[in-house]
């Protein structure tokens, strides 16, 4: 039941708040926190906020086409579910729950290698894309089976987690000695990679120590090869932040980029990911997509990522809250919200189409770099 005192909720940030009465506290604090002082957190809604448009006037909004394609795939909206670990925690179908929801939308869901459901199941529940997110395990054998399991299952794309060789320090799951109570699993891995996620030990995070247990930091940009040779699918890096290291991307053949900073939860003082955005998108010049996530939580939130080079956005905490709060009604509640509330900011800035969100749309520094760039250079069909 979504509704409350006042009805059904109208806003993203109603979700976040009834999911913060529903959930045990430990849960809410390990979706809500971030890592340090949360600085990148709160960057991340604080560079939305700076961010103003430029709306234009009569220029028939009649229709407003959010349909586009994401990675050669059809998709109803520029919008998809971000990698996160255990949506059991969030609700009792986890994963089942939120690849429903996002297939009402047609938009895509990364489904986490540490997932609470097998991709088997999620697959069978899916009607939109999948997408597979990988940490770079020491456990090469286990990291090729999952990628071989979710091939077989109909994914679509990879993703290749790489701002965490570790886990940021977050303080609340620190705090809450965060664990996993003993029925959510991670069955993808076969009880091979899974030790510790379940021992509660006072100020430290269970999720911490398995990392640290499981995860190689040793990754580099030759190990890229190893995984491409294995596969047949599309290869996205995520938690790139620098021109430099979108540019290398670019030049090794990556397919995509998801600009992200983790929602804040790994590097305490990184860059909030719409100020980064823009020198990924440059250094990329059009090479390979460019998606963002962290901090999105309303339709004109989207259309200023979208606006400054962004070819779609990821959502993280919104769908856990849409989860805790409602199930899979809940998780298509809120992906419905920021559909129709962008539907909304693009018919009221003037701009019928997705191709017609362009930097001339927004008014900050960064964008009116982009347009300058743009001046020296002609775009090409971004989209
Ligand atoms: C509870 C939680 C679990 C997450 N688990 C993963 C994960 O397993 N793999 C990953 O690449 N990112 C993970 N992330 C990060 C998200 O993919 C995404 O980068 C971030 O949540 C976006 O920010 P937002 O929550 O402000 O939308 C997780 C985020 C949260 C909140
Ligand atoms: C299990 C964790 C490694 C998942 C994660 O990336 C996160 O909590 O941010």
């Not at 600085?39 to 809604?45: A, D, K, M, Q, Y």
């Not at 290291?245 to 990911?273: C, F, K, M, P, Y």
């Not at 809250?321 to 962008?342: M, P």
């Amino acid at each position: 039941m979504t509704d409350t005192a006042l009805g059904r909720p109208l806003t993203v940030e109603e979700y976040a708040r009834l999911a913060q009465a529903r959930l045990p506290g430990a849960t809410w604090h390990y979706f809500d926190g971030g890592a340090g002082t949360e600085s990148t957190v709160e960057g991340n809604l604080a560079a939305f906020r700076r961010v103003r448009i430029r709306p234009r006037v009569l220029n028939d909004v009649s229709r407003c086409d959010l349909s586009t394609t994401i990675l050669g795939d059809p998709v109803g909206a520029p919008l998809g579910v971000a990698p996160m670990a255990y949506h059991e925690l969030a609700c009792e179908e986890g994963e089942l729950a939120t690849v429903e929801a996002a297939g009402e939308l047609r938009v895509p869901t990364v489904v986490g290698i540490f997932a609470s459901r097998t991709f088997e199941d999620i697959a069978a529940h899916a009607t939109g894309p999948l997408w597979l997110q990988l940490y770079w395990l020491h456990r090469r054998d286990v990291l090729e089976r999952v990628v071989r399991r979710a091939e077989d299952a109909g994914f679509r794309a990879l993703v290749l987690t790489v701002d965490t060789p570790r886990l940021g320090r977050r303080l609340r799951e620190a705090r809450h000695g965060f664990h996993l109570p003993p029925h959510i699993t991670a069955p993808n891995l076969d009880g091979e990679v899974t030790g510790f996620l379940h021992e509660r030990k006072d100020g430290s995070s269970a999720l911490s120590r398995h990392a640290d247990a499981f995860i190689d930091p040793s990754l580099s940009w030759s190990d890229l090869d190893w995984l491409r040779s294995r596969t047949r699918l599309p290869l996205v890096l995520k938690g790139v932040l620098t021109a430099e290291d979108a540019a290398r991307a670019a030049e090794q053949g990556i397919d995509g980029l998801v600009v992200s900073n983790h929602g804040g939860r790994q590097l305490d003082g990184a860059a909030a990911t719409m100020d980064a955005l823009p020198d990924v998108v440059r250094a990329v010049a059009g090479r390979c997509p460019v998606f963002l996530d962290g901090g999105v939580r309303s339709g004109t939130d989207v259309l200023k990522a979208l606006a400054l080079g962004a070819q779609a956005v990821f959502l993280g905490r919104p769908v856990l809250w849409g989860l805790a709060a409602n199930g899979e009604a809940g998780a298509r509640h809120v992906l419905t919200l920021l559909r129709d509330e962008l539907e909304d900011a693009m018919a009221l800035s003037g701009c019928p189409s997705l191709a017609s969100l362009t930097p001339e749309r927004l008014d900050c520094e960064r964008a009116a770099a982009a347009r300058n760039d743009a001046h020296d250079d002609p775009p090409e069909g971004r989209r």
